[in-house]
């Protein structure tokens, strides 16, 4: 099975702020995650080697690498969604703040509420307005809120989106009907909504223009004010832009597991790798 296998519902990312436009975000201080030997499985086959990295708080991490070796299957095993793959399966440890997510008595639901999935695609629920698309979140954790404390969530998360101006005269009407890059943000206004530590995001401006693009990476660097931000790109020029850190995947040969070849700041792999794979990747040479 490659890293395109499906998964779960649930998806898409992101903004519409002009490009160096002022941040809405208060800052928090975020969360880190460690990952120590990680090995991911589907079956038998193994699909990702001995990975150990930091995942450092309030930053962007881009990760990087051919298709197949393994990026979107490490950034769903971040939240447990690689256990809803048929026979995928895990070894070795990821912390958030020191707390191990895989341990026997950690609950898989509750760790994808505090660490939150962006998808390829925007999929606002069809039957939903968009005022409660924003809300289906907070309504699945089962926390009572009145109906003011919705309204202000609402309010926020479409905010902080670059949503609200756009659709506050229309909450009512279905999600569904927005435009494309406008189902994006709905889609990472409800991610945020429930207010996770960790936001992944798996290739959110692949589908979309480039104007929208730069719009998803503005929000990005906004966010990561609050949240510890983790984003799978093929877009090099993506990743030099909007993130701080930067791990390079690679695959020694078909059939082979995927690994973690070099992890560093972002301007380090860009201007001066330390492994000739990575220099060869982002010069284009191959992938």
Known sequence: ????????????????????????????????????????????????????????????????????????????????????????????????????????????????RQIGMVFQAPNPFPTMSIYDNVAAGLKLT???????????????????AHLWDEVKDRLDRPGIGLSGGQQQRLCIARTIAVEPEVVLMDEPASALDPISTLAIEDLMIELKERYTIVIVTHNMQQAGRASDYTAFFNIAGVGEPGMLVEFDTTEKIFSNPSEPATEDYISGRFG
């Open 1 to 112: 099975m490659t890293e395109h296998a499906s998964t779960a519902a649930g998806e898409a990312a992101a903004t519409a702020a002009p490009r160096g436009g002022a941040a809405t975000v208060e800052a928090v201080a975020a969360k880190a995650v460690e990952v120590s030997d990680l090995n991911l499985y589907y079956g038998d086959f193994h699909a990702v080697k001995d990975v150990n990295l930091r995942i450092e708080p309030n930053a962007v991490t881009a990760l990087i690498g051919s298709s197949g070796c393994g990026k979107s299957t490490f950034l769903r095993s971040l939240n447990r969604m690689h256990e809803l793959v048929p026979g995928g399966r895990v070894e070795g440890s990821i912390r958030l703040d020191g707390d191990d997510i895989y341990a026997p008595d950690v609950d898989p639901v509750a760790v994808r």
């Open 142 to 160: 089962r926390r009572r809120r009145d109906r003011a404390g919705l309204d202000e969530i609402v309010e926020r998360s479409l905010r902080q």
